[in-house]
Every structure is written in C-alpha cells, then in structure tokens.
C-alpha cells in the first residue's frame, strides 16, 4: 500500500505579520466614529464616499434624522445650547434655577429633533432630495469651504442632478414657526422668528464645513506610522557551536 501524504499544515503568521495587525487593532478601538464630530456632534448625514453614492429610501432618510435627533450625544448638545441660552438670559419669563433651565432645554431639545425632522427627513422626502452632506476632499482649503458652504442652498436630488436645497431653507423655516407654540408668547413674532431661522441656517452652514474637515482632522489625529518589519532568524541558518 502506498502510504497517504499528510495535508500540509497551515503556516503560522510571521512575526512581521502580527505585528502590523496590532496597530490597525489599536486603530479600530481607539479612532473615533464618523458619525460623530469631536465625538460630541451628531454627524449621521455626512457621506465621505461620494464615488459610490446611490439614492435613499423614505424610510433610510427618516432614520438619518431620527438618529441626528436621539442620538446620545445630541442630548449633551442640547444642553450646551440650552446653557448659552441660560447665560444670555434669552428668555426672562423662563425663570431661573432648575425649573427655568429646564425650561431652556425643552426647548434646545425640541428646536434640534424638529428642525432635523424636518430638513433631513419630511422635506427630503415629498421633495426627492437627499439629506447628505457629500465630503468634496479634495482641494485647497479656501475651495472645500467654499463648497460646504454652497451645500446650504445646493443639494442633490434623487435624480443625482442639483437642486435648489428647499428642504434645507423652508424646512428651518418651517420649524422656527413651530417653535412659536412652546416659547414665551412674548416672543412670538415674525422679526424673533426670522431671526431663529438666519441662527439655524448660519448655524448648520457652520456645521457643513465642520463636516468637511473632520476626516482630514480625524485621520490626522489617529494617524498610525507603519511599523518596523522585524527580523526573522531562519533556524537553519543559525551557526552551530
């Protein structure tokens, strides 16, 4: 009988082999989410692989403003402008103290979660334009502000064509009139809610260049070098004694 070969054992990883592994390890544990900016921003409607862009769902662009709006962080942004707010003493008839800063966050809270309602799912829906923000990346710094600023007033479409980013512009209208129903009444009149919604669009102008820039910062802040390939001694090779 001729005796049957053994299977080849599998080769074990080389030393150099396990060595780069770790460091991409460190990095998927410690490189912060791209859906986050500064780990605190929500950042769900960013898209930094434009090259492959393929058109949402009704139900996929309600589940980017839902997840902008109830994400756990977007309760701790909340309270950052509910506190600046506090600080300005914007709303006297709030009152002071716990109850009065409660007040506050009401409504910080209730602004964000509408307004992203409105811009990243209602609008985008009935109107067939896509709530993303595409990162160009490419560029000088002077011409990559100057296109996530253009993204306020130009989105794309479904169609994959450029529209006119009406869900953007009357959807923050829409929402600054809606928040006349839980603000003082006091407040409550056309100037205070135009001026509500110039703050939210120079606000999420702020924001698309912030998103812009975050891979660039992101990859430079966790940026590992390559490491050294280690030397291998072959044993064979070794000299005897």
């Known amino acids: 009988m001729v005796a049957q070969q053994a299977p080849p054992l599998p080769e074990a990883p080389s030393a150099n082999q396990a060595a780069a592994s770790k460091p ?9 989410s791209k859906n986050h900016i500064l780990w605190i921003i929500p950042n769900y409607r960013s898209d930094e692989n434009p090259a492959d862009i393929k058109p949402l769902t009704p139900h996929e662009k309600m589940k980017v403003a839902i997840d902008d709006s109830f994400d756990p962080s977007a309760f701790l942004v909340a309270g950052i402008f509910a506190g600046m707010s506090r600080l300005e003493n914007q709303y006297p008839s709030f009152g002071t103290g716990a109850l009065g800063f409660a007040k506050y966050y009401g ?21 067939h334009q896509d709530p993303r923000y595409f990162v160009k990346g490419t560029g000088g710094f002077w011409r990559r502000t100057g296109y996530a600023v253009s993204r306020e007033f130009i989105t794309r479409g479904d ?17 600054a009139g809606i928040s006349n129903l839980y603000y003082p009444a006091a407040d409550r009149s056309l100037g205070n809610t135009a ?4 703050q939210q669009i120079g606000l999420d102008t702020f ?14 802040l ?11 001694v072959d044993p064979a090779r070794q000299p005897t004694r």
């Not at 924001?207 to 430079?220: A, G, I, L």
């Open 24 to 32: 991409a390890q460190r990095d998927q544990q410690h490189e912060p």
């Open 107 to 127: 409504g910080a809270f209730a602004d964000q979660a509408i307004g992203n309602i409105m811009t990243e799912g209602l609008f985008p829906i009935a109107l």
């Open 159 to 175: 169609d994959g064509r450029n529209h006119f980013n009406t869900s953007e512009l009357a959807g923050n209208a829409v929402a």
């Open 195 to 198: 001026n509500k919604w110039g």
């Open 207 to 220: 924001f698309n260049v912030t998103k812009e820039f975050w891979p660039d910062v992101r990859h430079k």
């Open 222 to 232: 966790f940026k590992h070098s390559e490491p050294e390939p280690a030397t291998v």
